[in-house]
């Protein structure tokens, strides 16, 4: 043999084990919300810290694991509303496919999805006010198909082990930041002890309006409502059954609506979603009115939220209570359901 062809033959022996090494740390290391089992305990932060968007939606595609019961909304419902009890409360299986800033826009390519590849046999889905923000651009990095496309393949590796992940995986665990993500999508929040939890409530309440928040270049709904609309009209022909909620936050946030003068906007959506909801014969609850939870002061509110706007899983729990025991009448101080009269 030439002693070019014998370093050649190093040279692509090197690689496949470099390759090799690579997929070990991926599928047993990281393994992003549950595409497989974690042996080195990083998959949580990696799951956080990554493209929601592409991460969870490429675990779905790719995954051929189907579930009963599918929870869609923003942060708020990721990390607040655990599978587990949804399991605990009717025997079935469920998803967590909460996604950070979640659009209304977004929201309904997931829905289509489910419905040609996942049957479920219930929906449950958060409503936020920033979701129908018609000035927002949906994410092009969602990863929707019948299957993982092998360029979805390709960037879900490269994005997992890369060198950006691993160093934010490596400052948070440092940093002691309690997230962890399990294969069921749920992401339980514990960054902010109960002694913070009023410092960040007054914190994000303080910044809302201001130039980085997503309410500050709010451009109206009546798109987001139109493509929503549409949505359900897919929704009420599947015969699936299908449950609405409006997210809870403490009640101060009507306050800053009013000063940055978005009150009344944020009402008159509220009606026009809520109408839309129950002309296509869904039921929909308010929990975004005062109650034992949002009223209280922020520095007793730690058992009820994280910070502003998310809520926490016990918050949750109450809220899953309260739509799938519906006949049971479960803590009706908290919410009320909405009807057409």
């Given at each position: 043999m030439k002693e070019t062809d014998r370093y050649l033959c190093w040279f692509f022996a090197l690689l496949g084990m470099v390759f090799a090494l690579q997929f070990c740390i991926i599928r047993y290391g990281f393994a992003p919300y549950g595409t497989g089992e974690s042996a080195l305990g990083l998959d949580n932060m990696?799951?956080?810290r990554m493209d929601g968007r592409?991460?969870?939606t490429a675990r779905i595609?790719?995954?051929?694991?189907?579930?009963?019961i599918y929870m869609i909304g923003s942060s708020r419902l990721r990390d607040g509303l655990s599978p587990k009890t949804v399991t605990d409360l009717t025997g079935l299986s469920a998803?967590?496919?909460g996604l950070s800033g979640l659009l209304a826009k977004e929201m309904a390519p997931i829905v289509d999805h489910l419905l040609a590849y996942k049957k479920p046999k219930a929906i449950i889905i958060g409503l936020d006010f920033f979701a129908f923000n018609d000035a927002t651009a949906p994410s092009k990095s969602m990863a929707l198909g019948k299957g993982l496309s092998l360029e979805n393949t390709i960037k879900l590796y490269l994005s997992v082990f890369s060198l950006k992940t691993i160093k934010e995986v490596w400052i948070h665990e440092r940093d002691?930041?309690?997230?962890?993500?399990?294969?069921?999508g749920f992401c339980r929040d514990a960054r902010f002890g109960p002694e913070a939890v009023a410092h960040?409530?007054?914190?994000?309440?303080?910044?809302m309006g201001d130039s980085k928040d997503v309410l500050y270049n709010f451009n109206g709904y009546r798109e987001s409502l139109n493509i929503f609309m549409g949505m359900l009209d897919r929704l009420e022909r599947s015969g699936?059954?299908?449950?609405f909620f409006y997210s809870p936050a403490p009640v101060a946030q009507y306050e800053r609506l009013r000063e940055i003068g978005l009150y009344d906007l944020h009402q008159k959506w509220k009606d026009d979603v809520s109408k839309a909801i129950l002309g296509h014969g869904f039921r929909v609850w308010d929990f975004?009115?005062?109650s034992p939870a949002t009223t209280l002061d922020f520095e007793q509110s730690a058992r009820y939220f994280n910070d502003d706007l998310h809520y926490t899983e016990y918050f949750g729990d109450i809220i899953l209570k309260t739509i799938l025991e519906a006949d049971k009448k479960a803590s009706p101080e908290y919410s009320r359901e909405l009807t057409d009269r």
């Open positions: 990696v799951a956080y592409f991460v969870k595609s790719g995954g051929q694991d189907s579930y009963d998803f967590n496919y002691d930041v309690q997230i962890e993500c399990n294969k069921n960040y409530i007054q914190e994000g309440l303080d910044k699936i059954k299908v449950v975004n009115i005062k």
